[in-house]
T-cell receptor
Framework: SQQGEEDPQALSIQEGENATMNCSYKTSINNLQWYRQNSGRGLVHLILIRSNEREKHSGRLRVTLDTSKKSSSLLITASRAADTASYFCAARDYGNNRLAFGKGNQVVVIP | NAGVTQTPKFQVLKTGQSMTLQCAQDMNHNSMYWYRQDPGMGLRLIYYSASEGTTDKGEVPNGYNVSRLNKREFSLRLESAAPSQTSVYFC?????????????FGDGTRLSIL
């Protein structure tokens, strides 16, 4: 079943601004992952946050996880035109290595 | 580094035809997956193989079969294609052990069924 649900679905921002995306899930998870998909390409793993972590940073990416609300957010700071892509969250249950993907956020960064 | 390679990249079929989508990975991963991606639906898991010699159904297995040929290769077969199977198909792989293994994706096969 699909667990991840991103909100909002589409975002258009100016280069240099920050972009924030949210994701909710329904059951207990082992970890939550974020992926990027450029047009016509496969998904690329960006960052993983474990269920016992609350915040994680990787370069210009900041991910938060609130297990009490079953939600996560992805922040991209100082956006660049190259950040234009679709972003997906994916929740991993305990006990298996299957991922449940959300529907994705389309982000357009205007130069 | 090739990573995950999918063939073909594009294919057009007529309703009722059969076809096999090929996937190979060179990262020595144990687990492999097939997803389909439809507009507004995100990725849905069709079948997966946790390790060589095993396969399991995912969320949307009807109309598909899979074969884990060896550790590197995992194929997806449509026996009698239907227009509802028009989609972009992605293969992915990951390590089996450990709880924090990301998946690595190929660039997809764009399949249209007329």
């Amino acid at each position: 079943s699909q667990q991840g649900e991103e909100d909002p679905q589409a975002l258009s921002i100016q280069e240099g601004e920050n972009a924030t995306m949210n994701c909710s899930y329904k059951t207990s998870i082992n970890n939550l992952q974020w992926y990027r998909q450029n047009s016509g390409r496969g998904l690329v793993h960006l960052i993983l946050i474990r269920s016992n972590e609350r915040e994680k940073h990787s370069g210009r990416l900041r991910v938060t996880l609130d297990t009490s609300k079953k939600s996560s957010s992805l922040l991209i700071t100082a956006s660049r035109a190259a950040d234009t892509a679709s972003y997906f969250c994916a929740a991993r249950d305990y006990g298996n290595n299957r991922l449940a993907f959300g529907k994705g956020n389309q982000v357009v960064v205007i130069p | 580094n090739a990573g995950v390679t999918q063939t073909p990249k594009f294919q057009v079929l007529k309703t009722g035809q059969s076809m096999t989508l090929q996937c190979a990975q060179d990262m020595n991963h144990n687990s492999m997956y097939w997803y389909r991606q439809d507009p507004g639906m995100g990725l849905r898991l069709i079948y997966y193989s946790a390790s060589e010699g095993t396969t399991d159904k995912g969320e949307v297995p009807n109309g598909y079969n899979v074969s884990r040929l060896n550790k590197r290769e995992f194929s997806l077969r449509l026996e009698s294609a239907a227009p509802s199977q028009t989609s972009v198909y992605f293969c992915a792989s990951s390590e089996l052990t450990g709880d924090y293994q990301p998946q690595h994706f190929g660039d997809g096969t764009r399949l249209s069924i007329l």
